[in-house]
């Protein structure tokens, strides 16, 4: 395994052919150069406030190397069956950096919109094949589609802008119950714009 996370280590090729980055992983390198010393700082400040909490760390791929994992995922969308396999690591750990990623790059949901902010926003969920689960599976079955994962975005129809995300790892949820469990409040004034998933939405927002 050892000799594999060698040859598979992706972050030192990058550095030579540092012009493909954004093509592979959706970010220029100078960017990027700065990202995996600040997640190593916060993973840092986490385990010595939680000294309990260093399970599921793999310490033999790198931070750069976990990074890349996640921005390629994030980027393709590949299975985490063949990511495991391309990084030479076990298909369970693949997910395991996205929460630390998400807290150092400062991407907040926030918890209210305003009428000030925004007047009109159209919600929709958009469907993500996934691999069949190795337990509950029933949670994740959605019927034709088979096993899926939905993620819920809520965007100002005026600018396009998303103003919030919800990722919902129960795919066979319903996308009105999707959004009847976020704990996003909207402004009774604004408009709640969706398809026919959302019927029923009118019993909470009066303006959908």
């Known amino acids: 395994m050892h000799n594999l996370l060698v040859m598979n280590d992706k972050y030192k090729l990058l550095q030579t052919k540092s012009q493909v980055c954004k093509r592979l992983f959706g970010i220029d390198f100078v960017q990027w150069e700065d990202v995996p010393a600040k997640v190593q700082n916060r993973i840092a400040q986490y385990l010595a406030e939680n000294s309990l909490s260093k399970r599921g760390i793999n310490a033999e791929l790198s931070i750069p190397n976990q990074l890349l994992l996640t ?3 994030l980027r393709q969308y590949p299975t985490f ?28 949901n926030p918890e209210q919109l305003t009428y000030r902010e925004v007047k ?14 190795q337990k ?18 809520i965007s100002c129809q005026k600018t396009d802008v998303i103003k919030h995300c919800r990722v919902e790892l129960q795919g066979r949820k319903s996308d009105i119950r999707i959004f009847q469990e976020s704990p996003l409040v909207i402004h009774r ?16 927002y009066a303006r959908s």
Do not use: W
């Not at 063949?82 to 929460?99: D, N, P, Q, T, V």
């Open 71 to 73: 921005f390629e995922y």
């Open 120 to 133: 009109t926003v159209i919600i929709d969920v958009t469907v993500q094949p996934s691999e069949r689960p």
């Open 81 to 108: 069956l063949s990511l495991g396999f391309s990084y030479g690591i076990s298909e369970s750990y693949c997910h395991k950096m996205r929460a630390v990623l998400a807290e150092v790059a400062g991407l907040k």
């Open 136 to 153: 509950d599976q029933q949670l994740y079955y959605n019927g034709s589609k088979k096993y899926v994962i939905k993620s819920q975005t």
């Open 189 to 204: 004034k604004i408009k709640v714009k969706g398809d026919l998933g959302y019927m029923g939405i009118a019993k909470t």
